[in-house]
Structures are given as C-alpha cells and as structure tokens.
C-alpha cells in the first residue's frame, strides 16, 4: 500500500475519531452517560496509534476497500448522531455507534494484521 493510501485511510479514522469527540460532548451537554462512547472513542485514539507506530510496514488489504468500509462507518455514526440529538432512542443509537468502533477496530486490524 502506497503512501498516499495510508495517509487517506488515517484522515478516514481522524475524522471518525472527531464524530466520537462530538458525540460525548453531545451526550455530556444533554445529561447522558458518556462512558461507553469515551471509552469507544479511546479504543478508537488508540489503533490510530497504533497505525502511526506501523505506518513504515506494510500494510495488507486493499486500500480502496478499507476507505470505502471507513466512509459507510461514517456515514453511519453521523446517523446515530444525527438521532441521539434529536433525542431519539439515545440508548440504543449509543450501541450502535460503539458497535461502529468495533468494526472500525477490525478493518484497520486487517490492515496490520492483528
């Protein structure tokens, strides 16, 4: 995988990780329970360190794939969002965007083979 590949799939998790920051200042604003998305959000902060400590290996998968899975990801958190300001079922669309990170968690980690 190229440099340039690498470096959209990082501004692909940047800018995820950033939803996950606004997120729990959402929730934090409105009175929610902001753990289990803080502690999605560093599960999220640390595999962006972990890519930064690997980003001179090689990487596998296609990087085309991975952007384009990141970018669904995306767009599906900015849903959750979207609806947890609303205040609309806050509870389950949290579950949904930590079951994002996960996925996020296991795409990069094809990436470095973990």
Do not use: C
């Not at 803080?38 to 962006?48: D, G, T």
């Amino acid at each position: 995988m190229n440099t340039d590949a690498k470096l959209q799939i990082i501004d692909r998790l940047i800018f995820i990780r950033g939803k996950y920051l606004r997120l729990g200042f959402t929730l934090e604003l409105g009175g929610e329970d902001t753990t289990k998305i803080r502690q999605a959000e560093k599960r999220l902060a640390k595999r962006i360190d972990d890519i930064r400590e690997q980003l001179h290996d090689d990487w596998s998968g296609s990087a085309t794939t991975v952007t384009s899975e990141l970018r669904v990801i995306s767009r599906r958190v900015q849903t959750s969002i979207r609806a947890i300001e609303k205040r609309a079922d806050v509870p389950a669309h949290i579950v949904k965007a930590v079951s994002y990170v996960d996925r996020v968690l296991q795409i990069t980690g094809r990436l470095l083979g973990v």
